[in-house]
């Protein structure tokens, strides 16, 4: 997969990530599902067809960042 990091926070987050979560909605709506893979966030986030899925990536330090929609 190829990514574009906007910031030097996000790439190491991506690098050091032990899950990722895939993100839809906003406020009480807000659903979120948890991947051990960006591929697997991805494939989910597809099945929804809207490009509307945000994906963030989570490492053990509880750093986070968003990576990319799907």
Do not use: V, W
Not at 17 to 26: L, N, P, T
Not at 61 to 69: M, S, T, V
């Amino acid at each position: 997969m190829d990514i574009t990091f906007t910031n030097p926070h996000e790439q190491f987050c991506y690098e050091t990530a032990i899950k990722f979560s895939a993100i839809r909605g906003y406020g009480a709506k807000r659903t979120r599902q948890e991947f051990t893979s960006a591929e697997d966030a991805k494939a989910y986030a597809k099945t929804f067809g809207d490009n509307k899925t945000m994906i963030y990536a989570i490492n053990d330090l509880g750093n986070f960042a968003h990576i990319f929609n799907a």
